[in-house]
């Protein structure tokens, strides 16, 4: 069967991409330039992905839109060895943590990030004070939560690096990436100091083999 992942360089289009590269799984990449415009509106496209958004993963028969569905699907599908995941039969409370923290990954922080990435290019940050509040709040919510988390610990779930890990930091990256093209470090210049287990960790995961060259891939 050919798998086929229809994607783009963003936050949640790297996360499929780079996880396939880990996994070592042939598969083929159709790349969309970015920002995609009407690239996504193209009516073949659409009965992939009928919100017009990527990523979409194509397995065989199966169509899988949504990030970190893909990740969890190929994680339960071709990790048969659980290199990068934890199994549900004889791991089932790292497996559920590990589902915990993906849905919290896609829904709190990708969340934020695409809220901080939408209003961004719509207006800028002080014309709408409320709004920009709510979303830097939003952001240090995540970003608390997360460094608290990994106070003491190397990894999100267990003693190894998994597919959450991944997520997260390509989510992180994605987040200076961002602020950078907009030129709004300076919101977030204190985070090194307010978040140090966090900037710790994803020293440690760009140490990863394959990962820090994954995030580069356009
Ligand atoms: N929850 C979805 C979100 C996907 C999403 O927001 N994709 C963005 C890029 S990161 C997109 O395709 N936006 C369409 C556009 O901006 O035209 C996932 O995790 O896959």
Redesign the pocket.
């Known amino acids: 069967m050919t798998i086929t992942l229809y994607t ?1 360089p ?4 790297r996360k499929p991409l780079i996880f396939l590269k880990l996994l070592n799984i042939p598969h083929n990449v159709h790349m969309f330039s970015w ?2 415009g009407d690239q ?1 509106k193209q009516e073949w496209y659409l009965k992939l992905n009928p919100h ?4 979409t993963l194509v397995d065989g028969d199966l169509v899988l ?4 569905a893909i990740l969890s699907y190929l994680a339960d599908t071709y990790d048969i060895e659980g290199k990068f995941s934890y199994k549900k039969e004889s791991e089932p409370e790292k497996y559920w943590q590990s589902q915990k923290w993906i849905f919290y990954q ?1 829904t709190q922080f ?1 969340g934020t990030l ?1 809220r901080f990435n939408t209003f961004i290019g719509l207006k800028k940050p002080e014309e709408d004070d409320v709004i920009w509040k709510n979303i830097l709040e939003n952001f240090e919510k995540v970003y608390r939560v997360v460094n608290d988390h990994l106070k003491d610990r190397e990894f999100f779930v267990g003693d190894k690096f998994t597919f959450v890990d991944l997520a997260f930091a390509v989510g992180h990256f994605r987040r200076i990436e961002c602020a950078g093209k907009f030129g709004y470090e300076d919101w977030f210049k204190d985070y090194e100091e307010k978040y140090p287990y966090l900037i710790k960790w994803y020293d440690r995961v760009l140490q990863v083999p394959g990962f820090k060259e994954g995030l580069e891939l356009k």
């Open positions: 783009a963003t936050g949640n289009g920002p995609a996504l017009a958004i990527i990523p839109p949504e990030s970190n896609a990708a695409f």
